[in-house]
Protein backbone atom coordinates (compact mmCIF):
# COMPACT_ATOMS: atom_id res chain seq x y z
CA UNK A 1 0.00 0.00 0.00
CA UNK A 2 1.42 3.64 -0.77
CA UNK A 3 1.76 6.03 1.98
CA UNK A 4 1.67 9.35 1.10
CA UNK A 5 1.86 10.90 4.39
CA UNK A 6 4.53 13.21 4.21
CA UNK A 7 2.51 16.53 4.70
CA UNK A 8 0.27 14.60 7.47
CA UNK A 9 4.26 13.75 9.57
CA UNK A 10 4.99 17.57 8.68
CA UNK A 11 1.82 18.98 10.35
CA UNK A 12 3.25 17.04 13.59
CA UNK A 13 5.30 19.42 13.82
CA UNK A 14 3.35 21.52 16.01
CA UNK A 15 3.55 18.46 19.07
CA UNK A 16 7.21 18.85 19.36
CA UNK A 17 8.05 21.05 22.01
CA UNK A 18 11.29 22.94 21.59
CA UNK A 19 13.56 23.81 24.80
CA UNK A 20 12.80 20.18 26.37
CA UNK A 21 15.52 20.76 29.02
CA UNK A 22 14.54 24.16 30.08
CA UNK A 23 11.64 25.80 32.13
CA UNK A 24 9.83 27.64 29.88
CA UNK A 25 6.64 30.45 30.86
CA UNK A 26 5.82 29.98 27.27
CA UNK A 27 6.45 26.52 25.59
CA UNK A 28 7.45 26.70 21.77
CA UNK A 29 6.60 24.03 18.97
CA UNK A 30 8.66 23.47 16.03
CA UNK A 31 5.35 24.53 14.05
CA UNK A 32 5.52 28.01 15.79
CA UNK A 33 9.63 28.16 15.49
CA UNK A 34 9.15 26.96 11.73
CA UNK A 35 6.93 29.69 11.42
CA UNK A 36 9.36 32.18 12.62
CA UNK A 37 12.55 31.37 10.95
CA UNK A 38 10.58 31.86 7.59
CA UNK A 39 9.78 34.99 8.43
CA UNK A 40 13.05 36.14 9.46
CA UNK A 41 14.70 34.38 6.99
CA UNK A 42 12.41 36.17 4.03
CA UNK A 43 13.88 39.51 5.69
CA UNK A 44 17.31 38.78 5.77
CA UNK A 45 17.16 37.76 1.93
CA UNK A 46 15.89 41.45 1.25
CA UNK A 47 17.85 42.99 3.44
CA UNK A 48 20.79 41.53 1.71
CA UNK A 49 19.21 42.61 -1.92
CA UNK A 50 18.44 46.37 -0.80
CA UNK A 51 21.45 47.01 1.19
CA UNK A 52 24.18 44.31 0.95
CA UNK A 53 24.36 43.81 -2.87
CA UNK A 54 22.87 39.91 -3.04
CA UNK A 55 20.70 38.49 -4.98
CA UNK A 56 18.96 36.35 -3.00
CA UNK A 57 14.98 34.42 -4.15
CA UNK A 58 13.50 35.67 -0.97
CA UNK A 59 10.80 33.16 -1.40
CA UNK A 60 12.76 30.33 -1.62
CA UNK A 61 14.97 31.34 0.62
CA UNK A 62 11.23 31.47 3.26
CA UNK A 63 10.92 28.11 2.00
CA UNK A 64 14.10 26.84 2.73
CA UNK A 65 13.31 28.01 6.72
CA UNK A 66 9.76 26.79 7.04
CA UNK A 67 11.13 22.88 6.33
CA UNK A 68 14.87 23.48 8.35
CA UNK A 69 13.06 21.61 10.95
CA UNK A 70 10.81 18.90 9.74
CA UNK A 71 13.23 16.02 9.87
CA UNK A 72 12.60 16.43 13.83
CA UNK A 73 9.37 14.56 13.72
CA UNK A 74 11.39 11.26 13.38
CA UNK A 75 14.47 12.71 15.58
CA UNK A 76 13.06 15.06 17.76
CA UNK A 77 14.66 18.09 18.81
CA UNK A 78 17.39 17.26 20.20
CA UNK A 79 19.46 19.08 22.58
CA UNK A 80 22.22 21.62 21.22
CA UNK A 81 24.59 20.40 23.97
CA UNK A 82 24.24 17.14 23.25
CA UNK A 83 23.84 17.52 19.45
CA UNK A 84 26.91 19.29 19.39
CA UNK A 85 28.80 17.42 22.10
CA UNK A 86 32.03 16.30 20.05
CA UNK A 87 32.36 15.29 16.26
CA UNK A 88 31.53 11.94 16.59
CA UNK A 89 28.00 13.05 18.25
CA UNK A 90 28.18 15.76 15.15
CA UNK A 91 28.09 12.72 12.96
CA UNK A 92 25.95 10.35 14.47
CA UNK A 93 23.25 12.66 14.51
CA UNK A 94 23.84 13.94 10.31
CA UNK A 95 23.15 10.75 9.71
CA UNK A 96 19.94 10.03 11.95
CA UNK A 97 18.60 13.30 10.36
CA UNK A 98 19.68 12.14 6.69
CA UNK A 99 17.80 8.93 7.33
CA UNK A 100 14.88 11.08 8.36
CA UNK A 101 15.19 12.44 5.44
CA UNK A 102 14.79 9.57 3.32
CA UNK A 103 12.21 8.34 4.97
CA UNK A 104 10.24 11.19 4.79
CA UNK A 105 10.92 12.13 0.76
CA UNK A 106 9.38 7.91 0.44
CA UNK A 107 6.26 9.10 1.62
CA UNK A 108 5.58 11.58 -1.54
CA UNK A 109 4.91 10.75 -4.95
CA UNK A 110 8.02 10.11 -7.02
CA UNK A 111 6.80 13.03 -9.12
CA UNK A 112 7.42 15.35 -5.81
CA UNK A 113 9.73 14.10 -3.78
CA UNK A 114 12.96 15.49 -6.04
CA UNK A 115 11.24 18.77 -5.65
CA UNK A 116 11.43 18.28 -1.99
CA UNK A 117 14.95 16.40 -1.73
CA UNK A 118 16.33 19.93 -3.05
CA UNK A 119 14.41 21.62 -0.08
CA UNK A 120 16.16 18.93 2.25
CA UNK A 121 19.65 19.02 0.84
CA UNK A 122 20.37 22.42 -0.51
CA UNK A 123 23.16 22.97 2.18
CA UNK A 124 25.67 21.06 -0.30
CA UNK A 125 24.90 23.34 -2.93
CA UNK A 126 24.06 26.73 -1.50
CA UNK A 127 26.34 28.21 1.48
CA UNK A 128 25.10 31.66 0.90
CA UNK A 129 21.70 30.53 1.79
CA UNK A 130 22.78 28.13 4.33
CA UNK A 131 23.84 30.94 6.55
CA UNK A 132 21.12 33.01 6.07
CA UNK A 133 19.02 29.95 7.25
CA UNK A 134 21.12 29.46 10.04
CA UNK A 135 21.18 33.03 11.05
CA UNK A 136 17.30 33.45 11.05
CA UNK A 137 17.13 30.15 13.39
CA UNK A 138 19.72 32.07 15.78
CA UNK A 139 17.98 35.12 16.07
CA UNK A 140 14.70 33.12 16.47
CA UNK A 141 15.81 31.65 19.57
CA UNK A 142 17.16 34.75 20.48
CA UNK A 143 13.86 36.21 20.83
CA UNK A 144 12.50 33.53 22.60
CA UNK A 145 15.30 33.98 25.50
CA UNK A 146 14.26 37.68 25.63
CA UNK A 147 10.47 36.96 25.21
CA UNK A 148 11.58 34.52 28.61
CA UNK A 149 13.52 37.13 30.09
CA UNK A 150 10.58 39.18 29.88
CA UNK A 151 8.00 37.84 31.54
CA UNK A 152 10.95 36.98 35.02
CA UNK A 153 12.26 33.78 33.60
CA UNK A 154 16.11 33.83 34.23
CA UNK A 155 16.46 30.38 32.45
CA UNK A 156 17.18 31.50 29.38
CA UNK A 157 19.59 34.10 30.36
CA UNK A 158 22.61 31.94 29.62
CA UNK A 159 21.45 31.00 26.52
CA UNK A 160 20.87 34.39 25.40
CA UNK A 161 24.03 35.50 25.26
CA UNK A 162 25.49 32.25 23.70
CA UNK A 163 23.29 32.77 21.29
CA UNK A 164 24.21 36.39 21.03
CA UNK A 165 27.85 35.48 20.72
CA UNK A 166 27.19 33.01 18.20
CA UNK A 167 25.22 35.71 16.01
CA UNK A 168 27.84 37.77 15.98
CA UNK A 169 30.94 34.99 14.83
CA UNK A 170 28.45 34.16 11.59
CA UNK A 171 29.49 37.69 10.03
CA UNK A 172 25.90 38.10 8.38
CA UNK A 173 25.93 41.52 7.80
CA UNK A 174 22.16 40.49 6.75
CA UNK A 175 21.81 39.15 10.49
CA UNK A 176 23.92 42.63 11.83
CA UNK A 177 20.97 44.53 10.08
CA UNK A 178 18.25 42.69 11.54
CA UNK A 179 19.54 42.59 14.91
CA UNK A 180 20.28 46.99 15.03
CA UNK A 181 17.44 48.00 12.97
CA UNK A 182 14.35 45.53 14.68
CA UNK A 183 15.82 43.69 17.85
CA UNK A 184 14.61 46.36 20.36
CA UNK A 185 10.55 46.54 19.15
CA UNK A 186 10.40 42.70 20.46
CA UNK A 187 11.15 43.92 24.08
CA UNK A 188 8.04 46.27 23.65
CA UNK A 189 4.33 45.79 24.60
CA UNK A 190 1.44 45.90 22.18
CA UNK A 191 0.28 49.06 23.37
CA UNK A 192 3.84 50.20 22.93
CA UNK A 193 3.91 48.72 19.29
CA UNK A 194 0.91 50.23 18.24
CA UNK A 195 1.52 53.99 19.72
CA UNK A 196 5.14 53.91 18.28
CA UNK A 197 3.50 52.95 14.70
CA UNK A 198 0.71 56.07 14.73
CA UNK A 199 3.80 58.26 16.06
CA UNK A 200 5.32 57.54 12.99
Request: glycine fraction near 4%; hydrophobic fraction near 35%; charge should be negative.
Amino acid sequence: MTNYGFFALAFRQKYIKRWGLMYNISEETLSEHACEVAIVSHALALIGNRYFGGSYNSDRIATLGLFHDVPEVYTGDLPTPIKYFNARSKESYRQIEEKAIEILLEKLPPELSEDYREIFYYEDNDPEAKKLIKAADKICAYIKCLDEERCGNNEFTSAKGTLLRAIDELNCPEAEYFMEHFLSYFNMTLDELQRNGEEN
